[in-house]
């Protein structure tokens, strides 16, 4: 069965989990099928392409939109592309959905104690953290949680296998991915009532 | 069409011709030589040489036909039973052709430039593009998407092709199922006949599923003279026996011709409820008192089964209620479980003949999803998965099961070594009849080579 390209959007506050998840629906998502896909994480691409971005975006990142722009040129090339970035502005993130066609937005959200434990180096909340993400109100202050995301997962509450699978069953209903097995819920019945009547369920 | 035109439809070179038998024991084969029902058969065995085979476990046909096609075991290729548990959930999938690990026989050949013709191999649903035919075998559920290249479809009604025999009949009488059966038969061996004359080919594989199915509900038949459907059974082996004539009249002495089965069959005594037995020692609880799936699994519960024979311990951070520790209590529970299970008895009989780990039996990089112990049976006792019985044995409408052991396999040469032979030994088989040297690792021995 043939998949969709669309565009997962990974948003969320810093350690809620997006390049782990990223990966493991990267992994996910090819045993679906999607075989044509990419991942854009926020930290890959400042390390790859900083110096060159340096002098045009704050901080040596691609900003919302410019993540925005490439995923929509591999998403118009069916390509399935799993952005993991903080994307900290609700009104870029809607920018992003208007540049790209299929875009879902995936909320992860995490409790601030849960999210200081896992940040062990206290790059984000630590006391001796860098710039301005080093007290954990700064992120508070300048994080918009999505008001009406397609996908909310509790990163806290969930393991990333887990926070994986419910995400792949959100892409499901929405019709985006086909079961691993390729079969649709209702080919699935069929498949229930043969393997029955040969005694394997 | 004579024979000079069959010849001409050839491929150059060598080619390979498999025939498969699903759910065919060895013994019955012998027997039914011994009786003059398969007189082509043994004439073949004049040329070559019929032998017993083991098949990989759980002894079920989407992981011994993958095994088959694959050549590697399921740690490899991925598929440990007709249905599975997708990861970090109690959600169940049906593994087949998609989500197959290793790459296919057919897939490897076409880097050497070799055609092939697969028609009716089980798990290859649905149906992708390969260099040459390919028709799905079970569960395929809808003949366009079952068939590569789609032009072949007309081909397939005009013959009146069905994928699968409606085993449904059954429910009316045996003798509808018969019918239904003998059908599917005559449609499936005028099909697999004309793709063999009509389709140039390097490797032809065919398969006949009507006798697993005939198996699964006609044990009895095929094992009582005194049935009233027995010589229905002889007369579908007879049936079967002229199409291998056929087939092996129309092929070169260099050629390289096989037939297989992915597992032997057995008479049912009692069915045996792997998750009825572990709910009655405690290991297994339930959410409600009629659970009827998987997500009905408590908290508690501490190991389950799934159909035919496999035991996952219900660990924590592998199954979202899982509350076994990793390591060293999930080892502790595993031998607890295969002592405990060894043990099983119904009606005062013991009904298991070895408990496997997976590590055992089972290598490769999807060994995390194996189940964590496989159980195989005594003959006669039919272990379920069904997580709706809550009684230990009983029985159904099915009066034949599968066994791991007296599966077969033919080669028309000399075996060039001593036994046992394993269904994964098919795969190097054939690539050797070929004339060919993969380079990917495979896991058998060729029984052709010395």
């Known amino acids: 069965m043939e998949n969709k390209a669309f565009t997962l959007w990974l948003t969320g506050l810093p350690c809620s989990g997006k390049t782990t998840l990223a990966s493991l629906l990267g992994a996910r998502l090819r045993e679906c099928n999607v075989s044509r896909l990419e991942i854009l994480d926020e930290g890959v691409l400042r390390d790859d392409l900083g110096e060159r971005l340096e002098s045009s975006s704050a901080g040596g990142a691609l900003s919302t939109t410019q993540t925005a722009l490439v995923a929509n040129l591999l998403a118009r090339n069916g390509v399935a592309v799993i952005v993991a970035d903080a994307s900290p502005s609700r009104q870029e993130r809607e920018n992003a959905r208007k540049i790209i066609g299929s875009f879902v937005e995936v909320y992860l959200k995490c409790a601030l104690g849960v999210l200081r434990e896992r940040d062990l180096c206290g790059s984000y909340y630590g006391e001796g953290g860098r710039g301005e993400a080093s007290q ?40 985006l991915v086909s079961s691993p097995s390729g079969y649709s819920s209702e080919e699935e019945e069929m498949v229930k009532d043969r393997l029955e009547k040969l005694g394997y369920l | 069409m004579g024979l000079g035109d069959i010849f001409r439809r050839r491929a150059q070179g060598r080619r390979a011709v498999v025939i498969g038998l699903d759910g065919v024991p060895y013994t019955l084969l012998r027997q039914l030589m011994a009786e003059g029902r398969m007189p082509a058969l043994a004439a073949l065995t004049q040329e070559g040489a019929l032998e017993p085979m083991e098949v990989t476990l759980p002894e079920i046909s989407s992981v011994n036909w993958s095994s088959f096609m694959t050549g590697v075991n399921p740690a490899r290729h991925g598929v440990f039973g007709f249905v599975d548990l997708r990861p970090s959930s109690y959600d169940i999938y049906f593994p087949n052709y998609q989500t197959l690990k290793s790459k296919t026989l057919w897939k490897c050949l076409e880097s050497h430039g070799k055609r092939s013709v697969v028609a009716n191999v089980p798990s290859t649903y649905p149906a992708q593009p390969i260099n040459g035919v390919l028709i799905s075998g079970f569960v395929a559920l809808d003949l366009k998407k079952a068939t ?6 007309p081909t397939l009604e005009k013959f009146g092709y069905e994928l699968d025999a409606d085993v449904g009949q059954a429910k009316s009488s045996l003798e509808a199922l018969g019918e239904a059966l003998q059908r599917s038969l005559n449609a499936r061996l005028e099909v697999l006949l004309h793709l063999f004359k009509e389709e140039p080919h390097d490797l032809f594989i065919g398969v006949i599923t009507e006798t697993d199915r005939m198996h699964h509900y006609l044990w009895e038949a095929v094992t009582d003279p005194r049935h009233r459907l027995h010589l229905f059974t002889r007369e579908v082996y007879a049936q079967i026996d002229r199409f291998l004539g056929q087939i092996y009249e129309a092929i070169g002495k260099d050629d390289l011709f096989m037939i297989m089965s992915d597992h032997g069959f057995c008479g049912i005594d ?11 020692q405690g290991y297994l609880a339930f959410s409600t008192a009629a659970p009827k799936s998987y997500s009905d699994i408590d908290a508690r519960t501490r190991a389950f089964a799934m159909d035919p024979s496999r035991i996952y311990i219900h660990q924590k951070g592998k199954f979202p209620g899982g509350r076994v520790e990793p390591n060293g209590a999930v080892q502790a529970l595993t031998e607890e479980l295969r002592e405990g299970i060894l043990g099983m008895e119904v009606e005062g009989r013991r009904v298991v003949e070895q408990v496997y780990r997976k590590e055992e039996i089972y290598r490769g990089p999807y060994l995390d999803r194996a189940p964590d112990l496989v159980v195989v049976p005594k003959r006669g006792y039919d272990l379920k998965g069904s997580v709706q019985k809550d009684i230990l044995a009983g029985n159904s409408q099915l009066t034949g099961m599968h066994t791991h052991d007296d599966a077969v396999v033919y080669v028309n040469r000399g075996i060039r070594r001593k036994g046992p032979f394993t269904i994964l030994d098919i795969f190097p088989t054939l690539i050797s009849g070929l004339g060919l040297d993969l380079s990917e690792t495979r896991e058998g021995t060729s029984l052709i080579e010395t």
């Open chain 2, 270 to 280: 009692r069915e045996v409820y792997l998750n009825a037995w572990l709910r009655q």
């Open chain 1, 136 to 175: 954990a109100g700064a992120w508070g202050e300048i994080y918009e949680a999505p008001s009406n995301p397609e996908i909310l997962v509790e990163t806290d509450q969930l393991n990333p296998e887990q926070a994986a699978a419910e995400i792949l069953r959100r892409l499901e209903s929405l019709g």
């Open chain 2, 148 to 153: 590569y290249p789609s032009s072949l479809v």
